[in-house]
């Protein structure tokens, strides 16, 4: 009843604001019973007995005798069946009965009639409004403003518009949060044609499609999302987020960047690291891109994976001459085998090779961890007299054997592990096992581990 109520207050407002349109005469002496109802004009060519019973019919209505008013109707539409006005007279009186339903059966018998009957379009706004259909009452309203343009009734459109847009909002975000990604792109599509320069909308769609897998459309929805609102961190963000998935690395880049313009954050940082990471990986050889999946990891292998995921403690590291080497033409990781050289983390061998393809062993990769351990104590790294001090026992790795420090270093540090005491310093390890202790050595390093960039 409450929402009844505001709805004919809402259509009174409109039809009050109506008040000096020509088309609505006082049907009564007495105040109206309903002077929220417009009532339908007669056509000029009706004849006098019409025209005098459609006045009488409405003067009943207004007088709250919808009985009489309905008999009225109903004779001028038997001698004259098709009668607008007469249409529309009952969409009112099934109005003033609450039956809603009707009444917009009726207005739309009368519209089909006469498409541009303002008060039939005004009736069915009404009828909607209660019905709680406001975006059909909404263009049932505008429609009216179009037949009468002496309605005046733009402000109460637009709070009508503005109510349609937050109901159909809602709606999309209630899809949304249930999954329905299909259903909610509609929703956000219908409001996006009530208010098409939200920049809110377009991001909200856009997180949509991203959901859905369809990244070009919500690259361009973002797009324009950054074309209404260029300083909308939060759509930097996704655009970032829905390219870096599609595989634009780049494009991914520089979103982050223009986000962290706006404002610093550490989750867009570590975003930013993320995708420059990823950026850097998509530009190397498909042999290291594999390296996760290898059994047996090269020394190609380790030289990039250390000069990749810690470039910046191998660059702050005194530069170590490079001696020239035989094997290295044409080999795809050249560039990273001569900066872990020049770091001093892996060696070359004394005939001037550094056998790139030879497999990685236990014992050689603990070396390389040590040395990028010693280089993060040389850089200030606290940790490292604990590491130091650290003497684990192995079952097959006495405290005399060569490969001891490296192996107790790299255990006290979480870099590698020995279950079971075993540190077995002769196994080959996998490119997995490469990559999970660089990314070890990653996190130890924290800031130090990334390259400068300016």
């Known amino acids: ?56 019919a409405w003067s009943q209505l207004q007088a709250g005798n919808t009985g009489g008013a309905e008999r009225m109707y109903a004779r001028v539409l038997k001698a004259a069946p098709g009668t607008a006005a007469a249409l529309a007279g009952q969409g009112y009186v099934a109005l003033a009965r609450q039956d809603d339903e009707r009444a917009v059966a009726r207005f739309d018998e009368a519209l089909a009639v006469v498409p541009s009957l303002s008060a039939a379009l005004m009736g069915k706004a009404q009828a909607l409004l209660q019905l709680e259909r406001p975006a059909e009452a909404l263009a049932a309203f505008e429609a009216a403003q179009q037949a009468d343009p002496q309605l005046a009734l733009g402000p109460r459109i637009e709070t009508l518009r503005f109510r349609v847009i937050e109901d159909s909002i809602g709606h999309a975000r209630t899809l949304a949060k249930a999954g329905r990604w299909d259903d909610a792109r509609a929703a956000y599509d219908a409001a996006l044609r009530m208010s098409p320069d939200s920049a809110v909308l377009y991001r909200e769609l856009a997180s949509v499609e991203r959901r859905s897998g369809l990244s070009v459309e919500a690259d361009a929805h973002l797009g324009r999302a950054l074309e209404l609102d260029p300083g909308d961190r939060a759509t930097h963000v996704l655009l970032a987020q829905t390219r870096e998935e599609a595989g634009d690395f780049d494009g991914a880049i520089a979103s982050y960047e223009a986000a962290l313009k706006l404002e610093p954050s550490a989750d867009i940082e570590v975003g930013l690291a993320r995708a420059r990471e990823r950026a850097d990986l998509a530009r190397l050889p498909e042999e290291f891109q594999a390296l996760s999946a290898k059994a047996e990891a090269t020394r190609a ?35 990273w085998i001569v900066a872990t050289l020049r770091a001093g983390v892996l060696d070359a061998y004394p005939n001037h090779t550094f056998q790139p393809a030879s497999r990685v062993r236990r014992a050689e990769l603990a070396l390389a961890v040590l040395r990028t351990l010693e280089l993060l104590a040389a850089q200030g790294d606290r940790r490292a007299d604990q590491w130091q001090r650290a003497s684990p026992e192995f079952t097959d790795l006495p405290p005399q054997h060569p490969a001891y420090a490296a ?11 020995a279950p079971g005491g075993v540190f077995a310093p002769t196994r080959s390890v996998s490119g997995q096992e490469v990559l999970e202790a660089v990314s070890h050595l990653q996190r130890l390093a924290g800031p130090l581990a990334g390259r400068d960039r300016r």
């Open 407 to 417: 192996a107790a270093q790299a255990t006290a540090a979480g870099v590698l592990d």
């Open 301 to 335: 292998d380790l030289a990039a994976a250390l000069a990749l995921r810690v470039p910046g403690v191998l660059t702050r590291a005194p530069a170590r001459a490079t001696p020239v080497l035989t094997d290295l033409r044409g080999q795809w990781a050249r560039p």
């Open 1 to 56: 009843m409450i929402r009844r109520l505001a709805a004919l207050a809402l259509a009174g407002a409109i039809v009050s604001a109506a008040a000096c349109a020509p088309k609505a005469p006082p049907a009564t002496a007495s105040a109206p019973r309903y002077p929220e109802f417009m009532q339908p004009p007669v056509a000029p060519s009706a004849p006098p007995a019409t025209v005098a019973d459609l006045d009488l």
